[in-house]
């Protein structure tokens, strides 16, 4: 889909990295990147997070000064803190240096994944809204998840693996199959009720999740609209064959998923499972998902 874009003129910046992120690549580039910027004309600091949550009392504390340029060197969970302390507004331009795990916002906006190409993009200032979801008070930018998917990336995030990127989401996809009880479900949408059991419930702004899994394929990141998948339960085996596609979208063919659009998403389960979005923990369902129109303005290509 072609969009449309406009350049800013911003002087001040405040660049907030994950030190740890990318095995040690967001400290470097933010080095990098902060030479870069300098020796362009750009005034700023470079300030590196120490642990969870400190992205986001970073950034709070940059916009309470008058600063409206924050760049974001790390994965979607440091994104999600700053977008949280951004919240919807559109004068807070937002930039990014991928180095984590998934990148799957960058990889929406076709931010490269080389950061000092990243880097190149942050210099020319070119910007495009975007939507995001709410959630209550929390505020996402790709996918949030309830079901199986979503057990997934929790023992990603918390466990931890030797693998990285897309091959940690891969093994633990595999290892939860035997540890996962679908759910029965009420989901409400502009497509109507639906009730019954779940494998899981996608409903995002990006096409992907877990660094490249194409859970909505067809998602627009301005389009006012969420792309929802709901898959059905399913034997273990079609679960592994259908991880495969997910890298192309072609899961979005078999008889027990559902592709809709709607503007908000209201879920419940019995038992109740817990909601996540961005890969990071919203809460426990039920829970209403709402559409912030182009409520986030980005730096992109």
């Given at each position: 889909?072609?969009?449309?874009?406009?350049?800013?003129?911003?002087?001040?910046?405040?660049?907030?990295?994950?030190?740890?992120?990318?095995?040690?690549?967001?400290?470097?580039?933010?080095?990098?990147?902060?030479?870069k910027l300098e020796a362009a004309g750009f005034e700023g600091e470079l300030?590196?997070?120490?642990?969870?949550?400190?992205?986001?009392?970073?950034?709070?504390?940059?916009?309470?000064?008058?600063?409206?340029?924050?760049?974001?060197?790390?994965?979607?969970?440091?994104?999600?803190?700053?977008?949280?302390?951004?919240?919807?507004?559109?004068?807070?331009?937002l930039g990014l240096i991928p180095c984590g795990k998934g990148n799957d916002?960058?990889?929406?906006?076709?931010?490269?994944?080389?950061?000092?190409?990243?880097?190149?993009?942050?210099?020319?200032?070119?910007?495009?809204?975007?939507?995001?979801?709410?959630?209550?008070?929390?505020?996402?930018?790709?996918?949030a998840t309830c079901g199986y998917d979503a057990e997934v990336g929790r023992?990603?995030?918390?466990?931890?693996?030797?693998?990285?990127?897309?091959?940690?989401?891969?093994?633990?996809?595999?290892?939860?199959?035997?540890?996962?009880?679908?759910?029965?479900?009420?989901?409400?949408?502009?497509?109507?009720?639906?009730?019954?059991?779940?494998?899981?419930?996608?409903?995002?702004?990006?096409?992907?999740?877990?660094?490249?899994?194409?859970?909505?394929?067809?998602?627009?990141?301005?389009?006012?609209?969420?792309?929802?998948?709901?898959?059905?339960?399913?034997?273990?085996?079609?679960?592994?064959?259908?991880?495969?596609?997910?890298?192309?979208?072609?899961?979005?063919?078999?008889?027990?998923?559902?592709?809709?659009?709607?503007?908000?998403?209201?879920?419940?389960?019995?038992?109740?499972?817990?909601?996540?979005?961005?890969?990071?923990?919203?809460?426990?369902?039920?829970?209403?998902?709402?559409?912030?129109?182009?409520?986030?303005?980005?730096?992109?290509?």
């Open positions: 889909m072609k969009f449309s874009s406009m350049r800013v003129n911003l002087s001040t910046f405040r660049l907030i990295a994950n030190p740890i992120s990318g095995k040690g690549r967001g400290r470097k580039f933010s080095e990098i990147a902060l030479k300030v590196l997070t120490t642990g969870p949550g400190h992205a986001n009392q970073l950034a709070q504390d940059a916009i309470s000064t008058g600063i409206r340029w924050l760049i974001a060197c790390g994965g979607d969970g440091t994104i999600h803190e700053i977008v949280n302390a951004i919240g919807p507004r559109r004068d807070i331009i916002l960058a990889s929406a906006l076709r931010i490269p994944k080389n950061p000092i190409q990243a880097i190149e993009v942050l210099l020319a200032q070119q910007t495009r809204q975007i939507d995001l979801g709410k959630i209550g008070d929390k505020i996402f930018h790709t996918i023992r990603v995030t918390e466990e931890g693996s030797i693998l990285s990127g897309t091959l940690a989401y891969v093994q633990k996809a595999i290892t939860t199959l035997s540890k996962f009880d679908p759910p029965d479900a009420r989901i409400e949408g502009d497509f109507g009720i639906l009730e019954g059991k779940i494998l899981l419930t996608s409903v995002g702004i990006t096409s992907s999740y877990g660094g490249g899994m194409k859970i909505l394929p067809d998602a627009v990141v301005d389009d006012g609209l969420f792309d929802v998948c709901i898959v059905n339960p399913i034997p273990n085996l079609t679960i592994l064959r259908m991880l495969v596609t997910l890298y192309w979208g072609g899961h979005i063919n078999h008889p027990d998923v559902q592709i809709h659009r709607t503007r908000t998403l209201c879920i419940d389960t019995d038992p109740p499972l817990k909601l996540y979005a961005d890969g990071e923990l919203i809460g426990p369902v039920p829970a209403k998902i709402e559409m912030v129109n182009q409520g986030m303005t980005v730096v992109v290509p």
